[in-house]
């Protein structure tokens, strides 16, 4: 029998929904989430693309899924942290948690942008901040404290910032100072401001403005808050 003919040694990995996901998260991992096409992600399993169908509705019930899949590593690892010993280590507690979940996202960092974009409330998501009030609470937060804290964290609960606009503009380079040149007249002060400043840490980077020394100097801030208005309370 020749080698083409023999049966592979291997045995075959039966399709998924979870398989799936995993893949569409490779594939939006080396190429971003414009990558990700249901032809793309056939290839990727090694299935035809009409076999996709009996675990994944479409295209937004793939990105749905891949919301779900990577909320639910951060949940694997939080879940994971042992509880404050004291109801004053809260902030400790929260902040870890924060910060981890951002540590995962700095793998998949077309992410965020695809969180922002969804409609359809994730579990893990629901389980995720489920976790965050019960550090609050336990922190001696009221209720109401806990949805002013949720309101003022945002995006940053989950480890990213949502900032307003991007002022470096899709290009980038020459055009982007050109465009910061001509604007300067009428916005000196913004100019002058982003002229001056610069983040040199692409590594940490989720998003322009986004890297971490930014995103914990927020997240201090806002916990600090919390924190006199926890002690006020």
């Not at 693309?49 to 939080?78: P, W």
């Not at 986004?210 to 100097?217: G, I, K, M, N, T």
């Given at each position: 029998?020749?080698?083409?003919?023999?049966?592979?040694s291997?045995?075959?990995?039966?399709?998924s929904?979870?398989?799936?996901?995993?893949?569409?998260?490779?594939?939006?991992?080396?190429?971003?989430?414009r990558?990700?096409?249901?032809r793309?992600?056939?290839e990727?399993?090694g299935?035809?693309?009409?076999?996709?169908?009996?675990?994944?509705?479409?295209?937004?019930?793939?990105?749905?899924?891949?919301?779900?899949?990577?909320?639910?590593?951060?949940?694997?690892?939080?879940?994971r942290?042992?509880?404050p010993?004291?109801?004053?280590?809260?902030?400790?507690?929260?902040?870890?948690?924060?910060?981890?979940?951002?540590?995962?996202?700095?793998?998949?960092?077309?992410?965020?942008a695809?969180?922002?974009?969804?409609?359809?409330?994730?579990?893990?998501v629901?389980?995720?901040?489920?976790?965050?009030?019960?550090?609050?609470?336990?922190?001696?937060?009221?209720?109401?404290?806990?949805?002013?804290?949720?309101?003022?964290l945002?995006?940053?609960?989950l480890?990213?910032?949502?900032?307003?606009?991007?002022?470096?503009?899709?290009?980038?380079?020459e055009?982007?100072?050109?465009?910061?040149?001509?604007?300067?007249?009428?916005?000196?002060?913004?100019?002058?401001?982003l002229?001056?400043v610069?983040?040199?840490?692409?590594?940490?980077?989720l998003g322009?403005c986004?890297?971490q020394?930014?995103?914990?100097?927020?997240?201090?801030?806002?916990?600090?808050?919390?924190?006199?208005?926890?002690?006020?309370?």
């Amino acid at each position: 029998m020749g080698a083409r003919n023999r049966p592979s040694s291997e045995p075959r990995v039966p399709l998924s929904r979870e398989r799936v996901l995993r893949a569409a998260v490779a594939i939006a991992d080396e190429g971003g989430v414009r990558a990700l096409t249901m032809r793309r992600l056939a290839e990727q399993v090694g299935a035809e693309a009409m076999s996709l169908y009996h675990h994944v509705a479409n295209k937004e019930d793939v990105l749905d899924g891949t919301v779900d899949l990577l909320i639910g590593e951060i949940n694997e690892v939080v879940d994971r942290f042992d509880p404050p010993a004291e109801p004053a280590d809260w902030k400790k507690a929260v902040r870890r948690r924060v910060l981890a979940a951002r540590e995962i996202l700095l793998r998949h960092r077309w992410a965020p942008a695809l969180f922002e974009t969804r409609s359809a409330v994730s579990p893990q998501v629901l389980r995720y901040h489920d976790g965050l009030i019960g550090l609050m609470r336990a922190g001696g937060f009221s209720h109401d404290l806990c949805h002013h804290a949720l309101h003022a964290l945002g995006s940053r609960a989950l480890g990213f910032a949502q900032e307003l606009f991007d002022p470096s503009g899709a290009g980038g380079g020459e055009e982007s100072v050109a465009e910061l040149e001509a604007m300067a007249e009428r916005f000196p002060h913004l100019v002058g401001m982003l002229a001056e400043v610069a983040h040199d840490d692409p590594d940490s980077t989720l998003g322009w403005c986004d890297d971490q020394a930014e995103f914990e100097f927020g997240l201090d801030i806002i916990l600090d808050g919390l924190d006199r208005l926890r002690e006020a309370g």
